[in-house]
């Protein structure tokens, strides 16, 4: 689901991953206007230099923030300044929360006007390594939307959940209705954890994860010189992505290491249950997974890790497998 498509989620919780570059601040700017158009009050929970670039964007698409404001559909709320309150003696306070963000959302919707919100102070938190304070609020915002009648828009950049444990993207996936990834593939030389050796990204549990890992693994081998390995390292992440996304249900890390003279594809998800080898038949159009990546691997296996597993195949450097076919 793209975040074009958000008005037909209706009220709920959604969360958005992306980089706040130009292409996530236009996403937000699409929700904010499409709330307008609806006649909506559309509440922004941003930093101040995001909260700029998106009233610049918003002003240059035609829109009126400061008019808006003005008839008492936009209101701004600084995410640093708000944090400043809510969390005090390294905790989250539930009832400063309440007043300075519930307060709000409740004198609004008692004149019935609809209200949508974005909110980035889970995004601050989680980039400042507090993730326990961030799941807390991530409760407290739907605590709210027990409450009260609004839509709420959740963002974290896609930078920060590339170095989180598994576990706990999968937590903050849990705590919400939608899941709105946006954007493709990161280049192989930016927006992924690179080790020098080793390049992963983390991925939400939603189709269009698998073309995007699958993209992801390509770049990075083209940047490092294996572009005879592609096809057969795309085919396997694409292999490996799916099982995740299928049968574990999880968000997933997809894993591309070149050491001990060989590279390693893997992908790691949020769940101990095992990779399960299934038979099939002539005319089963799916399940052929494990024998997919069995054939074009040098060896595979899946290995445990905390609180989920990891599923490898490894290829040799400098030459290309092609054994399915």
Not at 41 to 69: K, Y
Not at 291 to 310: F, Q, T
Request: hydrophobic letters at 45%; proline letters at 4%.
């Amino acid at each position: 689901m793209s975040l074009d498509g958000m008005t037909a989620w209706g009220r709920g919780h959604a969360v958005s991953f992306y980089a706040l570059d130009s292409e996530g601040t236009d996403a937000v700017a699409r929700f904010v206007a499409d709330g307008w158009h609806r006649d909506e009050c559309v509440i922004v929970v941003a930093a101040a230099d995001h909260q700029a670039a998106l009233d610049s964007l918003l002003a240059r698409r035609g829109e009126d923030p400061a008019g808006r404001a003005a008839a008492g559909r936009y209101i701004v709320i600084d995410a640093d300044e708000a944090l400043g309150e809510i969390v005090v003696d390294d905790a989250v306070d539930a009832d400063r929360f309440m007043s300075r963000v519930g307060e709000v959302i409740s004198e609004v919707g008692a004149d019935g006007v609809p209200i949508r919100a974005f909110g980035e102070m889970v995004a601050l938190l989680w980039q400042r390594g507090q993730v326990e304070h961030a799941i807390e609020l991530e409760l407290l915002w739907n605590q709210l939307l027990r409450e009260h009648d609004f839509s709420l828009l959740c963002a974290y950049p896609t930078g920060v959940l590339d170095r989180a444990e598994l576990v706990d993207v999968r937590r903050v996936c849990d705590l919400h209705t939608d899941l709105l990834p946006t954007g493709g593939s990161a280049p192989a030389d930016g927006g992924v954890q690179d080790e020098g050796h080793a390049c992963s990204r983390v991925y939400l549990p939603t189709p269009e994860s698998v073309p995007a890992a699958r993209h992801f693994v390509v770049d990075v081998l083209r940047a490092w010189g294996h572009a005879e390995l592609v096809p057969d390292a795309a085919l396997i992440v694409s292999e490996l992505a799916t099982n995740a996304l299928h049968h574990a249900g999880s968000p997933f890390r997809a894993v591309v290491d070149r050491r001990r003279g060989g590279l390693r594809v893997g992908v790691e998800d949020a769940t101990e249950t095992p990779l399960q080898r299934r038979a099939v038949t002539m005319d089963d159009v799916s399940g052929r997974g494990v024998h997919i990546v069995e054939a074009l691997a040098e060896r595979w296996g899946a290995s445990p890790l905390p609180g989920g597993k990891v599923v490898w195949a490894e290829l040799s450097l400098g030459s290309a497998t092609s054994r399915v076919g």
